[in-house]
C-alpha cells in the first residue's frame, strides 16, 4: 500500500466519522416527537406507528381498539350507513380524512371527453357516456325508431353499422343531458343535424370540388371525395403490384 493509498484511505475515514458526528447531532430532529420513540419521522413528526394511531383514535398515543356496536349507524345526519371509523360511515370517514370535515362535500368536476359529452366512471375499464346511459333508463334497450326518419335502429348493432341507435341532443348542447333534450336518432340523421351549424367545405383537401359527380355522401350523412378515393385505390393498387414483383 503506497503512501498516496494510506492518505486517501485516511482522508475517506475522516469524511464518514464527521457524517456520522453530524447525524448523530441531528439525530433527535429526525426522530418521532413523542417521548422515549426514537423512530424515524414519517409525517406531522410522528413515526409510522404513532400517525397511525393518530388516524384511526384521534391521538397520537391512543391505543386501545375502539369496539363498534353492533348496528351503530353513522352520527351524521340523515345518514343510515353502519360505522366504519370514528363514529362515521367509510364515506365521511374519508370526507373527514381529505378534507378535516367529515360533512363536507365538494361537486365532482364535470369530466369530459375530447368529443365535449360527460362521461360516467368506468366500469370494468369501459368508460359509459353519460347521455348515453341517461336515455337507456328512459327508453330501455331493444330497438327503437328514429326520432326524425322513422327508421329502426338499435342500441344493440354494431358501431359501424347505420342500424345503431345515436343520441341526438335537440338543443346541440352535448353537456345537457336532461332526459327531455335526449333523442334516439339514426347515425345519418344525426350526422345531418350536426352538420347544419357549420359551414360546408366547397372543396376536398387536395383542392376537388365537394359537389355533383364528385361528392358522395356515405348512409351516415358524411361527405367523401370520390376523386381522393379513386387515388387512393390507385396508389394502393400500385403497392401491391409492387410487392408482387419485389417477391
Known sequence: MTPRDVNDLRARLESAATTAARLAAHAEDLSCSIKGCGRPVVTRGWCTTHYGRWRRTGDPLGWVRVLIPEGAICAIADCEIPVYARGWCHRHYKRWLKHGDPE?????????????????????????????????AVIGPGEHPCFWCGATVSWDADRRDPRKLVVDHF??????????????????????????????????????????????????????????ARDRDRTRRLRKSEARVAQ
Not at 104 to 118: E, H, K, L, M, T
Not at 126 to 132: A, D, F, Q, Y
Open 171 to 228: 338543443d346541440g348542447d352535448r353537456l345537457n343531458n336532461d332526459p327531455a333534450n335526449l333523442l334516439p336518432s339514426c347515425s345519418a340523421c344525426n350526422a345531418r343535424r350536426s352538420a347544419r351549424g357549420r359551414p360546408r367545405r366547397p372543396v376536398c383537401a387536395k383542392g376537388h370540388p365537394m359537389e355533383g359527380k364528385n361528392l358522395y355522401v356515405s348512409p351516415e350523412g358524411r361527405r367523401h371525395c370520390r376523386a381522393c
Open 104 to 136: 363536507v362535500n365538494y361537486p365532482r368536476a364535470i369530466r369530459v371527453d375530447s368529443n365535449g359529452y360527460r362521461f360516467l366512471p368506468q366500469v370494468n375499464g369501459v368508460r359509459i357516456l353519460e347521455h348515453r346511459a341517461v336515455l337507456l
